[in-house]
């Protein structure tokens, strides 16, 4: 598991022209056209069942591009705009599409074996697991009448 996400994961390149096309294409498949399968899939059920919830895991490579994350960030791109399509068409059929969008670091296993980064942040200065899950949790419940879209998380000291 750890291998392919980081083959395909928001892998940082040094230059665009370091970047073979095996690995965007990778990058692609994994973030956009595999949130459209999913997607569609789940639509096509919750709809038939009278209702549901898709929630899609964002970036904020979604949002500003950067040049060593071009092919993630066109990856979360299309992955956005994936979720914004479904949720247009089958909010109708309450099937509540919804992007979250983590940024900053998580303070989570993969990281922290990985990277020493709790020493160069203060002790809250992470996103915290149980913190990311209760805010799908809150957006999973909302009502009809008052249904997010998108929603950013981030902790108080991850620059905008």
Same mark, same amino acid.
């Given at each position: 598991? =750890?291998?392919?996400? $980081?083959r %395909?994961?928001? $892998? ?5 022209? #370091?970047?073979? !096309?095996e690995?965007?294409?990778n990058?692609?498949?994994?973030n ?8 569609r899939?789940s !639509? +096509? ?10 929630? =899609?895991?964002?970036s904020?490579?979604g &949002?500003i ?6 092919a =993630?960030?066109s ?5 956005r705009?994936v979720?914004?399509? &479904? !949720?247009?068409e ?6 509540h ?5 983590? $940024?900053? &670091? /998580? ?6 074996s990985?990277?020493?980064?709790k020493?160069? +942040?203060? %002790?809250d ?9 209760e805010?799908?949790?809150q957006?999973i419940?909302?009502? +009809? %009448?008052?249904?997010? $879209? #998108?929603?950013? /998380?981030?902790? =108080?000291? #991850?620059p905008?």
């Open positions: 598991m =750890y291998q392919f996400w $980081h %395909t994961g928001s $892998h940082w390149r040094s230059s665009m022209l #370091e970047m073979d !096309a690995f965007f294409e990058v692609w498949r994994t956009c056209f595999g949130g459209f399968l999913v997607g899939e !639509a +096509r059920r919750m709809s038939a069942a009278g209702g549901g919830a898709i929630l =899609y895991t964002g904020v490579s &949002l591009a950067r040049p060593k994350l071009a =993630y960030a990856a979360k791109f299309g992955q705009a979720a914004q399509a &479904l !949720a247009r089958f909010g109708p059929r309450n099937v599409v919804a992007n979250v969008i983590a $940024h900053g &670091l /998580i303070d989570g296993d993969r990281l922290n990985a990277f020493p980064a020493n160069r +942040r203060p %002790t200065g992470m996103l915290d697991i149980d913190a990311i899950a805010t799908f949790w957006v419940v909302q009502p +009809r %009448t008052a249904w997010a $879209h #998108e929603v950013d /998380i981030r902790p =108080y000291c #991850e905008f």
